[in-house]
């Protein structure tokens, strides 16, 4: 029997990353380009193709021992059609049937999904919620991204729009205002940009999330009240969805979750405080355990099983 | 072959209420007690298995026509091994193995449940969500019930806990205190207390919430005013789980629900401004259809579909 492999795609607003899995989803080789250096769409299109055909040739393998190709991609997709909505980060991108184009271009199996989900089904099959039933894997960055596993299975909803954790609205009266043009929404709170622009007000000159995480870690008390701050938020919205789904865990991935246990104690916190006694006892939380492999591996798993 | 029936009991904190229902769901017969009648937990348990009794006697049945008993409960209920954690409403109870009492007392199947589980359960089988695949059933009430319905299924959670929607916070900052013990819950906001306190003091005497209805309906400002925000509220609170769960439909039921129109609408704009825009393009808000009947068909569906 021949052996087979996987290529996956993750793409973000910055990186292309491109990795060929075996199918006990080990990376064997990777690549990464800038998303930037593609400045149209096609141009993008083409720079997978290319990649993917690349990683064929140089590791020596024939198309029948591709099992397919997975995309991770950041923005709402149909999965099931193969269509990229848009991408809130990446200019041009309006309702591509991404998943046919590449499979014409490719001769090859082709699966994408929204890249949260691809991190659930990831640290729920191999990570930090593996053998937990109920979870909710959540991924602090620019954006807030969710992918919610209900009964061992990625909840997808109607559109395949689920997960929106960042989207839960919690300051009704003079909520700030929020990417998604709502507002009061979590994300106002707990985004990577909120977070800088409070510590640049806090420590009146620049400061990244890297900056402040180190700091916390030296005792700054300034460093500690911002995350902690961010902890507040965060626990409180998540106590609304422990509320509701009864979860056993919850994920937290993401740049903001480098800040580690100031960060995760406060959201612990809480969460405690306000959710209820029964939701509140069960649920445990975790920091997401595969790191920038997530999508990748994700996107692996979405191939191999048919999800 | 004999016609066999299911017989179902519906606990409130004001009504028990007792029926005999068809394989259909058809009710052929009911009585309704005063659930204070019953002084103590025991007594309350003796009046359930003589009102079984009764039954299955003046309808000239026999036990083996009997399919089971299913019961709606007003509490927190580990529906699996059939105990009652506590009723909120009922003092008294506390770790109760209901399920196995009755069925020692009876001999008949016995299964019991939450009373807002089996409303959602009734309303997705036969009620307003037929048809639809994700759905929460929410009533509004003194307390705020809610039963989730995902992909079709009950969804439980881990401590069959899920669906308590009244508990989702919403405001962060000054929020106002809730039954559950902590602040900021939508039930805070929407409890039957609270909007009649609320119409006490904007017509500086009581009004129950009937009255406040039928005020709306006669187009009275102050009466409209308060549903209005009533809604808003609810529309809030709606948004972030219609961005979490990308739902089909919700339901709303419950006393509160009586005010139709006026309500409704207001949730409805609430819910729209602030979701994102494919979820809320796709979500619809039904107003329940089985009213008061919906636990006793919802037991009655336990019962014969074993859920």
Redesign the interface.
Known sequence: MIKKFIICIDLGGTNLKVALLDLNYRIKDREILSTRSFMEKDDLILGIVHSVTRFIKYNNLSKAQILGVGLGLPG?TDAQRGIV?FFPNIPGWKEVALRDILKNKLGLKVCLDNDAKLMALAEHKLGAAKGY??VLCMTLGTGIG?G?I??NKL???????????G????????GAPCN?G???CLEAYVGNKRIIQEAKRVFKRAVTLEELSRLALKHNRLAIDIWRKTGK?LG??L???V??????VIVIGGGVAGAGNVLFESIKQSLI????G??AK?VRLFKAKLGNEAGLIGAAIMVKEGL
């Open positions: 709402p909505h039933r109920n969710g919610v209900l009964n909840y997808r909803g109607f559109n395949n729009a689920a997960g929106e954790i989207h839960l609205p919690i300051n009704e009266k003079a998604c709502s507002f009061g938020h409180f919205a106590a609304g969805v509320n509701l789904l009864n979860l056993d405080r306000q959710a209820m029964v939701q069960h």
